[in-house]
């Protein structure tokens, strides 16, 4: 893609819509097996071994043919339809209008506009807090499916009402610094490794590279609240255990590397999913905007 298609700030909220959305379809499709893996390795309380990975990662499937074992890593897949990035941007207007000069005497010009991609991108992870009801019944499908007990959505969300928002405050204290870290990681990258002033002018390599620093920075600031949530809503509907109390059992029985369970595999297998998705997203956009 050429790398001046677009001025400043020309992205159309359709275009920001189109592209994102575009892009979280293609993520779905590509990385949510590896994405049921991963939270199903958060949520084991054992320790893992060769001979217990398997059952692990496939449960009842373990010892089932190759089709039905890939296919049983696909659980909850609608409910994870709703994340994008395309809030960001528009997080990001929202400060260059009305704190630009906060930042640029706090920060300096530069760092000033640094701080803000990544000041926009945590209040986009805060702001996905609305979307937890669904989050939450994706991991249920994923690691608890026995908690629906054959109810279906629509009487779920009557019964558990707020339930579906258990574990709210840690995914806002997971979002917060994760999205931080990858949209400032990633702006940081097209600054000073590429020498970028406009980051709607990145090119799909510049932008595929920021986004490998921004996922890795991402992926292991969150990964011990990320590993607390998890636990949190895999349980089932009627067991309210605290944020506090996971903590403090994983750290009593599991010691505290068990907060980076899953961290390997998410940085080296989830890690080019949030690449890919956020590569597109960022490359996409600028170009729907010469359509919409």
């Known amino acids: 893609m050429s790398p001046t298609l677009n001025v400043k700030g020309s992205d159309s909220g359709a275009a920001r819509i189109l592209g994102s959305g575009a892009s979280g ?3 779905l499709l590509l990385f949510h097996p590896v994405d ?13 071994t060769l001979s217990t990975l398997s059952p692990i990662i496939f449960k009842e499937y373990a010892t089932a043919p190759l089709g039905k074992r890939l296919l049983s890593l696909f659980p909850g897949l609608g409910y994870a339809a709703g994340f994008t990035y395309g809030g960001q941007p528009d997080f990001n207007d929202i400060l260059q209008k009305n704190y630009k ?4 005497n706090a920060f300096g010009e530069r760092k000033g506009k640094m701080m803000m991609q990544a000041t926009a991108g945590s209040l986009t992870g805060i702001g996905e807090v609305v979307l937890l009801p669904l989050d939450a019944l994706k991991i249920k499908r994923q690691v608890n499916p026995e908690a629906f007990r054959g109810r279906g959505v629509v009487r779920i969300f009557l019964e558990e009402g707020t339930t579906l928002y258990r574990g709210w405050g840690w995914t806002m204290a997971r979002n917060a610094p994760g999205s931080f ?3 400032g990681a ?3 990258t097209k600054e000073y490794l590429f020498g970028i002033q406009d980051y709607h002018q990145a ?19 969150a990964a011990p609240l990320d590993t607390i949530k998890t636990r949190i809503q895999n349980a089932n ?14 750290l009593k029985n599991e010691g505290p590397t068990a907060l980076f369970k899953g961290l390997t595999p998410k940085i080296l297998v989830v ?8 590569t597109l997203a960022q490359s996409l956009i600028p170009w729907f905007s010469k359509y919409v």
């Open 36 to 48: 049921t893996i991963a939270k199903r390795l958060m949520s084991n309380k054992t320790k893992v």
């Open 101 to 104: 000069d906060s930042f640029t």
């Open 237 to 250: 509907f009627e067991n309210k255990v605290s944020g506090f109390t996971v903590v403090k059992d994983l």
């Open 186 to 188: 990633s702006a940081v």
């Open 203 to 221: 090119t799909w390599g510049q932008n595929f590279v920021a986004s490998i620093a921004g996922a890795v920075a991402s992926i292991t600031v």
């Open 271 to 278: 890690g080019p999913k949030l690449v890919f998705s956020y």
């Open 181 to 183: 870290a990858l949209f």
């Open 25 to 27: 379809i293609a993520e």
